[in-house]
């Protein structure tokens, strides 16, 4: 009984292994459109300086704004 059940689980991982390395995408998904086709801006190409600022402005403004929350809820606590 121990055997056929270790078997039949065995098979049922071998199956499920071939399922999933069987996977294949279609030539649509696999066709080169250019370089960075798929982001939503253009890709700095020859003005990066610009790009660069920007993406440091968005990625400060993420981190900061916890620490600007942690201190307006410490000040907007200590004047009550």
Known sequence: MSMAIFARSF?????AFAR?????TTSVARSDHGHYHHLPF???????AP????????LATGF?????AAKWQLTKSQSA
Do not use: C, D, T
């Open 11 to 15: 098979i049922l991982r071998q199956q």
């Open 20 to 24: 999933a390395r069987s996977f294949h």
């Open 42 to 48: 253009q890709f700095p190409g020859k003005n990066k």
């Open 51 to 58: 790009f660069a600022a920007k993406v440091f402005v968005y």
């Open 64 to 68: 900061a704004i916890p620490f600007v």
